[in-house]
């Protein structure tokens, strides 16, 4: 490229779509077409990448980090199964010991991505079939969006519990009843009795677990703190 010569600060715009601003009075002639130049013509000081591109740079997952969300699967389906013995995995009136896990995202987002396939294949013997292994999947995957984002931990529980109580309800009266003039009823029924059963499991035991692995330090010290 032809040196730099003193004009205006401009923004270098990448083939990715993010862009980088010069801060400092410069120009580069004969420059590819996706130099634009900024309205802007304070002088600055060294460049600077925008927050978006330093915030993908930083994100890198670490082995320990992937095989623990794989772990954290593997031990939902398992407390699912579990559950099953005792009629409490499936139904209108449930009480999966496996959503006590859907806390975790609080303390490491790619949690989310551990419950989300052990929900999957845990909804495999799921007496809905295919409703349940679609939208019981998705709710626990947004719950774990949701709680990911949560600034406390008595927070952390609340995505599943309205998550699960809106479209799980929702999937189990569907099946009763169907789209008919009993369905209203049989949702508000059913939706409280899911959110209730949820909201059991993840206070009573997400709560001591999500203060117990904190104190323990299992994901890291970059964890977020109880609060």
Same mark, same amino acid.
């Given at each position: 490229?032809?040196?730099? @010569?003193?004009?205006?600060?401009?923004?270098?715009?990448?083939?990715? +779509?993010f862009?980088?601003?010069?801060k400092?009075r410069?120009?580069l002639m004969?420059?590819?077409?996706?130099?634009?130049?900024?309205?802007?013509?304070?002088p600055?000081?060294?460049?600077? &990448? #925008?927050?978006?591109?330093?915030?993908?740079?930083?994100?890198?997952?670490?082995?320990r %980090?992937i095989?623990?969300?794989?772990l954290?699967?593997?031990i939902?389906?398992?407390?699912?199964?579990?559950?099953?013995?005792?009629? =409490?995995?499936y +139904?209108?009136i449930?009480?999966r010991?496996?959503?006590?896990l @859907?806390?975790?995202?609080?303390?490491?987002?790619?949690?989310?991505? +551990?419950l989300?396939?052990?929900?999957?294949l845990?909804n495999?013997?799921?007496?809905?079939g295919? =409703?349940? =292994?679609?939208?019981?999947?998705?709710?626990? =995957?947004?719950?774990?969006?949701? @709680?990911?984002?949560?600034?406390?931990?008595?927070?952390?529980?609340?995505?599943?519990?309205?998550? #699960?109580?809106?479209l799980?309800?929702?999937?189990?009266?569907? %099946?009763?009843?169907?789209f $008919?003039?009993?369905?209203?009823? $049989?949702? &508000?029924?059913?939706a409280? $009795?899911?959110?209730l059963?949820e909201?059991a499991?993840?206070?009573?035991?997400?709560l001591?677990l &999500?203060?117990l692995? $904190?104190?323990?330090k299992v994901?890291?010290?970059?964890?977020?703190?109880?609060?």
């Amino acid at each position: 490229f032809p040196p730099f @010569t003193a004009c205006p600060t401009h923004d270098i715009i990448l083939p990715t +779509g993010f862009h980088i601003q010069s801060k400092r009075r410069r120009f580069l002639m004969g420059a590819p077409a996706f130099v634009r130049l900024s309205r802007f013509g304070e002088p600055g000081q060294d460049r600077s &990448l #925008n927050k978006k591109w330093r915030y993908i740079h930083m994100q890198k997952f670490s082995t320990r %980090q992937i095989t623990t969300a794989a772990l954290i699967g593997g031990i939902y389906v398992a407390l699912s199964y579990f559950g099953n013995i005792f009629g =409490l995995t499936y +139904g209108p009136i449930q009480c999966r010991f496996s959503e006590a896990l @859907t806390v975790l995202p609080f303390l490491n987002p790619l949690a989310t991505w +551990g419950l989300f396939v052990g929900c999957v294949l845990s909804n495999i013997l799921s007496p809905y079939g295919l =409703l349940d =292994l679609i939208f019981g999947s998705m709710a626990t =995957l947004l719950a774990g969006l949701l @709680t990911a984002r949560c600034k406390s931990k008595w927070l952390a529980p609340l995505p599943p519990v309205i998550c #699960n109580g809106i479209l799980v309800g929702g999937l189990i009266s569907y %099946q009763e009843v169907g789209f $008919t003039a009993a369905f209203s009823g $049989t949702f &508000l029924f059913n939706a409280a $009795t899911v959110a209730l059963g949820e909201l059991a499991v993840c206070y009573i035991l997400g709560l001591p677990l &999500l203060a117990l692995l $904190t104190k323990l330090k299992v994901f890291g010290p970059s964890a977020p703190e109880m609060c």
